[in-house]
C-alpha cells in the first residue's frame, strides 16, 4: 500500500501568523480565545502542540473524554515518572494484592500509607513502645499532637526529628486499567488534531465532530494490533508515542493509527471517501528523553479491515495484554536502573575526592544495592 509522499501534502502548520478557524465550531480564533492545544495530551507528556487548532471555549468541552483516557494511562506515567508541561502526575489508588489494602502510588511508583498506622503501647508497665507508620513528617507530627493529649510529656519535635525515613519493599498490587467509549473519542480528536495541523480539510473530518463532542452509534476507532510489529525504529524503548496519518485516494480512503506508550495501539477512520492525494506523516516521540524518534511505519491495511475494524472494535485482548506486558517489564527495569545510579550517586557522593576505592568499601556499595520488589502481580 506504500506509496510516494505526495509534495502537495501539507507542512507542519504550528505557528498562529494569521487569525485561524477552530474546527470544532468553525470560528475564527479571536485572539481571547487562543488555546495552545497539546495533540498527545499534557497528561501523556506530550509536547507537540498548535494554537491554530481549537479555540479555548470548544477546548473546556473536550475535557470530559481527554480526562477519561488521562485516568486510563495515568499509571504508567505515574510509575515512569514522565515529565509535563504543565503540572505533575497525581497519585493513584492500587490495591495490595495479599491484604486487599488501598494504598497510594506516588511520582516513580513510590508506596505511600493512606492511612498512618499506630501502635500504642504507652500504657504497658512492662515493655511501653510506640510505633507510628506515616506518610511524612508533617503528618507524623499532627499524630503525635494529637497523643501528647493523651500522654502530655511526650516530646513531639524530639520524637519528629528522631523519626527514621524508609522505603519498604512492598508486595504486587493491582492497578486497574479501563479503555472505553470516552477514551476512544479522545483518541479520535488525538488523530483528527494531528491530520489538521498538518493543514488538512476539515469537510473531511466534520462528521467526526459530533462524535468528540457527544458521542453516536457509529464506531470510528478500533484496536489494530497486527501479527507484525508496525512502527519500527533503531530503539528498544517502549516509552514512546506514535502518531500517523494516511490518505489514500485508491483505497478512497483517510486514517490514523496511534500508538500510546508503543503498548496501547488503535486505528481511526476518518473519511470512508477520501479523494485528494496520497500522503503519509508520522510524529513519534520519546516520554522520558522528551525527544522526537525517527520511525519507519510499515502497515499495510485495506479499506475493508479498516472498517471491519472499527465497526467490531472487540478488543484482541491476548495480543493487548501481551503488549501491555513488555511495558510493565519496561518500567520494572527502568525502576531498578534509577535505583542502582541513585544508590551509586549517594555512594560516591560520600566518598572523599582522592580516596582509592577498596574491596571493603565496594561491599558496603552493594550492599546498599537494594532492588524494589515490583508493584505489578505477577
Given at each position: 500500500m506504500a506509496a510516494p509522499k505526495s509534495p502537495s501534502s501539507g507542512a507542519f502548520n504550528n505557528t498562529f501568523s494569521k487569525i485561524s478557524e477552530c474546527y470544532i465550531c468553525n470560528k475564527n480564533i479571536v485572539p481571547?480565545?487562543?488555546?495552545?492545544?497539546?495533540?498527545?495530551?499534557?497528561?501523556?507528556?506530550?509536547?507537540?502542540?498548535?494554537?491554530?487548532?481549537i479555540c479555548r471555549q470548544c477546548a473546556s468541552k473536550l475535557d470530559k473524554i481527554d480526562a477519561a483516557l488521562s485516568r486510563s494511562l495515568n499509571s504508567f506515567g505515574l510509575l515512569l515518572n514522565i515529565p509535563r508541561d504543565r503540572g505533575t502526575n497525581p497519585p493513584i489508588l492500587a490495591t495490595r494484592t495479599d491484604t486487599g489494602e488501598r494504598i497510594s502510588l506516588d511520582s516513580g511508583g513510590k508506596p505511600v500509607v493512606i492511612k498512618p498506622i499506630i501502635t500504642?503501647?504507652?500504657?504497658?508497665?512492662?515493655?511501653?513502645?510506640?510505633?507510628?507508620?506515616?506518610?511524612?513528617?508533617?503528618?507524623?507530627?499532627?499524630?503525635?499532637?494529637g497523643l501528647k493529649r493523651k500522654y502530655p510529656l511526650l516530646n513531639v519535635e524530639e520524637?519528629?526529628?528522631?523519626?527514621?525515613?524508609?522505603?519498604?519493599?512492598i508486595p504486587p498490587v493491582i492497578i486497574n486499567l479501563s479503555f472505553g467509549e470516552e477514551e476512544f473519542r479522545s483518541v479520535c480528536k488525538m488523530a483528527i488534531n494531528f491530520y489538521m495541523y498538518h493543514d488538512g480539510e476539515r469537510d473531511l473530518i466534520s462528521h467526526l465532530i459530533p462524535y468528540i463532542k457527544d458521542g453516536c452509534e457509529n464506531q470510528y476507532?478500533?484496536?489494530y494490533y497486527p501479527d507484525e510489529l508496525i512502527a519500527a525504529s533503531n530503539s528498544s524503548e517502549s516509552?514512546?508515542?506514535?502518531?500517523y496519518i494516511e490518505g489514500n485516494p485508491q483505497e478512497k480512503i483517510l486514517y490514523g493509527y496511534i500508538e500510546l506508550y508503543s503498548a496501547f495501539r488503535l486505528i481511526i477512520l476518518l473519511s470512508d471517501s477520501y479523494e485528494g492525494d496520497f500522503f503519509q506523516k508520522v510524529y513519534s516521540f520519546n516520554v522520558l528523553s522528551r525527544e522526537e524518534m525517527e520511525k519507519e511505519i510499515n502497515i499495510n491495511v485495506s479499506r475493508?479491515?479498516?472498517?471491519n475494524l472499527v465497526n467490531n472494535p472487540e478488543p484482541?485482548?491476548?495480543?493487548?495484554?501481551s503488549a501491555i506486558k513488555v511495558l510493565v517489564d519496561a518500567i520494572k527495569l527502568n525502576q531498578i536502573n534509577k535505583a542502582i545510579n541513585k544508590d551509586i550517586e549517594d555512594f560516591s557522593q560520600n566518598i572523599p575526592e582522592g580516596t582509592i576505592v577498596?574491596?571493603?568499601?565496594?561491599?558496603e556499595l552493594f550492599s546498599k544495592l537494594k532492588l524494589s520488589k515490583t508493584i505489578f502481580p505477577a
Open positions: 481571547k480565545e487562543i488555546y495552545n492545544e497539546h495533540i498527545i495530551l499534557n497528561s501523556l507528556g506530550g509536547r507537540l502542540k498548535s494554537k491554530s487548532l500504642d503501647k504507652l500504657a504497658d508497665k512492662e515493655q511501653p513502645s510506640l510505633y507510628i507508620s506515616a506518610k511524612d513528617k508533617p503528618q507524623m507530627r499532627e499524630i503525635l499532637t520524637l519528629v526529628n528522631s523519626a527514621v525515613a524508609r522505603q519498604e519493599d476507532v478500533g484496536y516509552f514512546i508515542h506514535t502518531l475493508k479491515e479498516i472498517l484482541p485482548l491476548k495480543k493487548i495484554e577498596d574491596g571493603k568499601m565496594l561491599q
